[in-house]
């Protein structure tokens, strides 16, 4: 437990919720005494530059996938990470996605035309989102993100907006917004609704850089199926 972190006021998580059961066997697998033979090649050598240029516990925590003790097994540290990321976003699965989640958007534009052929999109997405609606021929229907002028860059988009572009578009299988935005802001979304449809659900979200796309398909109220990140 990182007894560091203090939630604000009012806003205590689950007691569940402050355990990092992933960080915690990764701390506790790097402080074997053992002799790496295995990648990455530095093997976290104490007279390496990238101790030099880093410390030695930045080497000394990088790891290999598929190690036992955190993600090789039945029901590892990684599995219990993911069963908590899961319950905290209110999500029925989770993946975590590393080095990027361009392939996070191509899977979730991919799959989206089981649910219908028009995606409700900000138009500010990352270009990955662009080569999913390429690749899964799906129609797309932009939402234009608010912009700052006095500094020239594009922000989010709002709950109202989104709920405007599906009253324009009552067949939209699904919902694609980026949060917090590429310079930082996070909106707040809320659960759309509209006349024409049944209540909105987050279905994925997928972190990249400090940012969160959300695709969100019309989903049986109580359920999110999944949600992703990196």
């Not at 707040?188 to 279905?203: A, F, K, M």
């Given at each position: 437990m990182n007894t560091r972190t203090t939630p604000p006021p009012g806003h205590a998580p689950p007691p569940d919720q402050l355990r990092a059961p992933y960080a915690d066997a990764l701390l506790a697998h790097a402080g074997r005494d053992w002799l790496r033979l295995n990648v990455p090649g530095h093997a976290a050598a104490p007279d390496s530059d990238l101790c030099a240029a880093f410390g030695a516990r930045v080497p000394a925590l990088d790891f290999p996938p598929l190690l036992d003790g955190l993600d090789l097994g039945a029901h590892t540290p990684l599995d219990e990470a993911l069963e908590l990321a899961a319950r905290a976003w209110g999500a029925r699965r989770t993946w975590f996605l590393t080095n990027g989640a361009s392939q996070g958007n191509q899977i979730a534009s991919l799959v989206t035309p089981a649910l219908g052929h028009t995606l409700v999109v900000q138009r500010s997405v990352h270009s990955s989102v662009v080569d999913g609606l390429v690749l899964s021929g799906l129609r797309a229907v932009f939402v234009q993100p608010s912009v700052d002028p006095g500094q020239g860059i594009a922000h989010g988009v709002t709950a109202g907006e989104v709920r405007t572009a599906l009253e324009r578009t009552p067949g939209a299988a699904a919902v694609h917004v980026v949060s917090p935005s590429y310079f930082g802001p996070?909106?707040?979304?809320?659960?759309?609704?509209?006349?024409?449809?049944?209540?909105?659900?987050?279905?994925?979200?997928?972190r990249r850089g400090g940012r969160t796309s959300a695709s969100t398909p019309r989903c049986p109220k109580g359920r999110w199926p999944s949600a992703r990140t990196s």
């Open positions: 996070w909106p707040t979304y809320g659960r759309s609704r509209t006349p024409h449809t049944p209540p909105e659900r987050p279905c994925s979200s997928t």
